[in-house]
């Protein structure tokens, strides 16, 4: 917990000396545990007791103590400071970048909501800030990265992998799937979404009467300006708590606990981490949202998105005996978070008014729209980790040659940096999370069965949300999915299955031209 409180404080304010130490401290400290961890994890899979706690606990306990002993060894314990280090230096330099626009210093968040701005050379300035901004810390960034494909590298063959890939996929405890089993799914989202979301796109140009698409355009939905929240920060919370509290009794209790306690720092400011989390307090069986808060309906996305994250938690952690249950993998726990997204859709109208209906189709779009995006960042990991000798140059070009590929409408306006693949920088899970993305393409396809479960019979679908919410990390990828009645998103015809409802909604929506 107390490692935690210091991530948390570190990530509220990067310019904080005191939990700036705190961390680098931590990133030496806790690698010195792999032996610790090690012993205990051979004692666990030793146990003369291990039938009987089977039968009490499930077999995923053991499952996940053979896999960490697949990825812990004291031989790279150097290896892990390093890395650790390395990502903190990129939170500190992400974090600390500012420009000046319209006047006024502004963060990387702070572009974005003028990007959706209705005048389109205000877009296009706005763009150009922003992509200035990566492009005068490109170095920096490239340099990074090769640092830290090169730590990484190493860690995978001091443990006898051949890629740095296979180690990344027991590191996420990926036992249920392998590479082949994504590129599979790459394809499926390349056949069946990508038609589609080019057809999003021509629509939207027409909409927002343009004749052809730029990249500073796509981020704006209708002419007369994005659906934007009403209220302040405070009044969001306050109709937030209203929401859960009338979404299900379970909901409500989490809700009230979360600002009861103060659970949250949700404003954007300088030297504040980019982007947004939920993390949990252990001791107290508390989940923390960090968020960004920049005006526009990401904000409303974070009490949605982050808020299904912290609910999973509470939920679990309430239920499951062992804290290892209390957090399931990635792929599960985003369906946690996108499905709340869509659960909370009737409520939209106290934070959009008259426009809920203009976010209701300007998110369920998105939601298709990301996942091009999507393939394109799990794919060039990939390609990376498989020739690590890349040049920095090589890297933006194969960058560049996957967005032609998922993302044939991209068009950067002849700005060089970002024509020559630089794009990819701005996607902090490459740096510090690596491989961690696809997971929100597969939870997707989960989220958008319940969403076409919940047009059709909202209780069952909450009833079957809430039980994958319970079960939290006790059992298999594959079986958790099964327990919430959800669909394995690698087997041919899934995502024409998850995806065919959401497609046909926003073809026919009003709000389509």
């Known amino acids: ?232 920060k405070d009044q969001m919370l306050a109709w937030a708590k209203d929401m859960y509290r009338e979404l299900s009794p379970e909901t409500g209790v989490f809700f009230d606990f979360m600002t009861r306690n103060q659970l949250f720092d949700l404003e954007t400011r300088p030297g504040k981490h980019m982007g947004g989390y939920c993390t949990s307090l252990s001791n107290w069986k508390a989940p923390f949202i960090f968020a960004n808060f920049n005006g526009t309906s990401a904000d409303v996305d974070v009490l949605t998105h982050e808020a299904g994250h912290a609910f999973a938690y509470f939920t679990a952690s309430r239920e499951q005996e062992l804290s290892e249950y209390c957090h399931s993998t990635n792929e599960i726990s985003e369906i946690h978070s996108m499905s709340m997204e869509h659960f909370t859709y009737p409520w939209m109208d106290k934070f959009f008014g008259s426009k809920a209906g203009q976010y209701r189709y300007a998110h369920l779009c998105q939601a298709l729209n990301v996942l091009p995006y999507m393939m394109c960042v799990d794919e060039f990991q990939h390609l990376v980790y498989d020739k690590p000798d890349m040049t920095a140059m090589e890297r933006r070009q194969a960058w560049r040659d996957l967005e032609r590929t998922y993302m044939p409408w991209r068009d950067y306006d002849g700005v060089d940096f970002l024509e020559n693949g630089g794009f990819w920088m701005q996607k902090q899970h490459i740096f510090m999370y690596p491989f961690y993305y696809i997971d929100y393409a597969l939870a997707q396809m989960g989220a958008f069965e319940f969403y076409g479960r919940m047009k059709t019979n909202q209780t069952d679908a909450w009833t079957d949300y809430l039980a994958l919410c319970k079960a939290g990390g006790s059992r298999g990828y594959l079986d958790l999915l099964s327990l919430a009645g959800l669909s394995n998103p690698f087997a041919e015809g899934s995502v024409a299955k998850a995806v065919s409802h959401v497609i046909e909604e926003v073809s026919g929506s009003s709000y389509r031209i």
């Open 1 to 232: 917990t107390m490692i935690t409180v210091a991530h948390i404080r570190n990530t509220i304010d990067t310019t904080d000396v005191f939990y700036d130490q705190e961390v680098n401290f931590l990133n030496d400290a806790l690698p010195t545990l792999i032996p610790l961890q090690i012993r205990f994890f051979n004692v666990l899979l030793a146990c003369s007791f291990r039938s009987d706690l089977e039968s009490e606990f499930g077999s995923q306990l053991f499952i996940n103590a053979e896999t960490e002993l697949k990825v812990q060894d004291e031989s790279i314990m150097s290896e892990k400071v390093e890395e650790a280090n390395l990502r903190q230096a990129y939170q500190k330099l992400t974090a600390q970048c500012t420009t000046r626009f319209m006047g006024e210093s502004v963060n990387f968040y702070g572009l974005l909501k003028h990007m959706e701005h209705q005048d389109r050379e205000h877009r296009r300035e706005a763009f150009l800030a922003w992509s200035d901004l990566y492009a005068a810390h490109s170095e920096e960034l490239d340099r990074l990265f090769d640092q830290l494909i090169t730590v990484r590298v190493r860690m995978a063959k001091k443990l006898g992998y051949e890629h740095y890939t296979d180690l990344a996929y027991l590191n996420r405890h990926r036992t249920a799937y392998a590479p082949r089993d994504v590129a599979g799914f790459r394809r499926q989202v390349l056949e069946i979404v990508v038609p589609a979301c080019a057809k999003i796109r021509a629509d939207q140009a027409k909409r927002i009467g343009i004749d052809k698409m730029k990249y500073f355009d796509e981020s704006l939905l209708f002419p007369d300006g994005n659906p934007e929240p009403a209220g302040s």
